[in-house]
């Protein structure tokens, strides 16, 4: 139970902010511009929107000068603007727009690789005695096969298309390169303290600019494990490369170059730092990283939930229910409560699928209850809340019946190049491979904003073509129709928002006890501020009408809202609560 003494309930700004994270190509271009990709310009156009809805900190995915091999998460050029997004100044006036909303602007930082067009790795690759050639990971190759091709150092797959290896041969020096997820994305060398001194430099430049912290990227991914072993063999026959995970993930000195971030920049500004840690899911080794006075970082993303249909690898599919779904998150709870660690709320972002479409039913007469109930539980949960673009006006996956040309993305790209090469003549595996694209690829959160009915959603001008098709449902599933529908999944958002800000005592830093964990179909759990402040949630993750048992000594005073109702719902406050399909519903109690 959280105390008034504990570190977790000491209120911090970043602990109570609400994160929107924008993926700057899909979010708003402006009037004249011809390419279809979104810009800054078009992010400032929509910061009254945002302020409406309740957010404080806006995250861009990022905006830096990049050939977009892995949509700017290959990074050309850490101190300057991609031309297709705008300009330094166009972010300058971005931060200052911010500023005068009592608003703030969070830099996704990407330094466990660069782009291979970044002129350190073009100084690098240059030459064996080149003075950057120690700032990348090179390696000879372990072998020459008899018909001349050089062996790869060891059988990592690559992690955007595991039917390649993660590393890539140079021609010119006779070496391969370390590139985990793509040829185009070279790994730094984190051991060399040149390259630690640069990303130092990096991020002095952003603090100095005006932002208020960073998103970082795989940041656990940067220390590696130097004798490079081979990979288990995981992946069913037919797989030359493996997943090396176990070789890269929090390796041996991640938390020795993090306390080493956190004394050269971090502990000199007041800063949100959230660092992307897949992988990791030992309470001992995260809290190292986020406890209280672990001089790291402030949070991390735990991607349990999000892969809650991961096997090896991410693109493929494992079954999941309910009952794992609550043990997640009421661990994560009472793990960050008891330990004074702090977590990070999300279940959407640029690299998973919606999440109406993942947790709950994206059907046409179930989309707007699963959406709110969603909603209902993230706002209820402790920690400091991302919402992602588009979830707040609840848009769902791409349809089914998309040609798979529609989609853009490099890991989406390579996994259906491999199924056809694997399964070429076996249609019902090709068909499978086509299911899990439809159920888990990154696309489906890349599609472009939703604003209005009218030509391209409102996202760019008619006549444009968007970069990536725009959902057939934006006529009816867009903000203004929503924003104008006072029941809409977007006036849900809103007042939760406002909720949880108004009680963020007992939703923010409160006490949490999950109720009937043994209940296959009910999420249900109390948030408890230090002064008493009680609130029940009950979360009805079926398609089917059921009850559910108020445990004794637990009194409701009155049902605060429904995911079925504007207002007060009308239910029974003890003994068996009726639960529609879908269901969510939150209460005061006594």
């Known amino acids: 139970m959280a105390t008034a003494t504990s570190p977790y309930s000491d209120p911090k700004w970043w602990k109570e902010a609400v994160v929107y994270q924008i993926y700057p190509a899909s979010f708003q271009s402006q009037p004249g511009v011809t390419s279809g990709w979104g810009t800054i310009k078009g992010i400032t156009s929509r910061l009254d929107y945002l302020k409406s809805l309740g957010v404080d900190v806006v995250w861009s995915s990022p905006i830096l000068k990049s050939p977009q091999a892995d949509m700017g998460y290959d990074i050309a050029d850490y101190k300057d603007i991609d031309p297709r997004y705008g300009s330094l100044q166009d972010v300058d006036e971005l931060i200052a727009e911010l500023k005068k909303r009592d608003m703030k602007l969070m830099m996704d930082l990407v330094v466990n690789h660069t782009s291979n067009e970044n002129p350190w790795f073009i100084e690098s690759r240059a030459s064996l005695d080149s003075p950057k050639r120690d700032w990348y990971i090179w390696k000879k190759p372990k072998s020459v096969g008899p018909d001349g091709v050089p062996e790869p150092p060891n059988n990592w797959a690559q992690i955007l298309g595991e039917a390649n290896s993660a590393w890539t041969y140079d021609e010119k020096t006779g070496e391969f390169y370390l590139s985990l997820f793509t040829p185009e994305q070279p790994d730094l060398n984190w051991e060399n303290p040149e390259v630690r001194a640069a990303v130092w430099d990096v991020m002095h430049f952003w603090m100095a600019r005006g932002a208020c912290g960073f998103r970082m990227d795989v940041i656990n991914l940067i220390s590696k494990d130097p004798t490079y072993p081979d990979a288990e063999v995981v992946l069913d026959p037919g797989h030359r490369y493996q997943p090396g995970t176990k070789y890269f993930v929090n390796g041996p000195k991640l938390h020795d170059y993090l306390r080493e971030m956190y004394r050269e920049v971090l502990c000199k500004y007041d800063t949100i730092t959230v660092g992307e840690m897949p992988g990791v899911s030992d309470d001992k080794e995260i809290l190292r990283t986020v406890g209280s006075d672990s001089g790291e970082l402030r949070m991390i993303f735990i991607f349990d939930l999000v892969d809650i249909d991961k096997p090896n690898v991410r693109m493929a599919l494992k079954p999941w229910d309910v009952k794992e779904m609550k043990s997640i998150i009421s661990r994560w709870q009472r793990v960050m409560i008891e330990e004074d660690g702090w977590n990070s709320v999300f279940i959407e972002n640029h690299d998973n699928p919606r999440s109406v479409s993942r947790y709950t039913d994206d059907s046409d007469e179930w989309r707007e209850k699963g959406a709110k109930l969603l909603a209902l539980m993230q706002t209820t949960l402790g920690g400091t809340l991302f919402v992602y673009q588009g979830e707040e006006i609840g848009i769902r996956n791409a349809p089914t019946t998309w040609d798979i040309s529609e989609f853009k993305d490099i890991e989406t790209i390579n996994y259906w190049k491999k199924?056809?090469?694997?399964?070429?003549?076996?249609?019902?595996?090709?068909?499978?491979?086509?299911?899990?694209?439809?159920?888990?690829?990154?696309?489906?959160?890349?599609?472009?904003?939703?604003?209005?009915?009218?030509?391209?959603?409102?996202?760019?001008?008619?006549?444009?073509?968007?970069?990536?098709?725009?959902?057939?449902?934006?006529?009816?599933?867009?903000?203004?129709?929503q924003r104008q529908a006072d029941d809409s999944v977007w006036h849900f958002w809103q007042a939760a928002l406002k909720h949880r800000k108004a009680h963020a005592g007992a939703f923010v830093y409160g006490g949490f006890q999950e109720l009937s964990p043994e209940h296959g179909e009910v999420f249900a759990y109390t948030r408890t501020s230090v002064e008493g402040e009680r609130w029940l949630v009950v979360l009805n993750f079926s398609g089917k009408e059921l009850q559910w048992?108020?445990?004794?000594?637990?009194?409701?005073?009155?049902?605060?809202?429904?995911?079925?109702?504007?207002?007060?719902?009308?239910?029974?406050?003890?003994?068996?609560?009726?639960?529609?399909?879908?269901?969510?519903?939150?209460g005061k109690c006594k």
């Open 549 to 586: 048992t108020v445990p004794e000594g637990l009194e409701v005073e009155a049902w605060d809202r429904s995911n079925y109702v504007k207002g007060n719902p009308d239910k029974p406050k003890q003994s068996a609560i009726p639960l529609s399909p879908w269901e969510g519903l939150l």
């Open 419 to 481: 199924c056809e090469q694997l399964y070429a003549n076996d249609p019902a595996k090709l068909a499978h491979g086509r299911k899990i694209i439809d159920m888990k690829a990154r696309d489906h959160a890349r599609t472009p904003m939703q604003w209005t009915a009218g030509a391209n959603a409102g996202f760019c001008d008619p006549g444009t073509e968007p970069w990536m098709r725009v959902m057939d449902d934006y006529a009816t599933t867009n903000v203004e129709a």
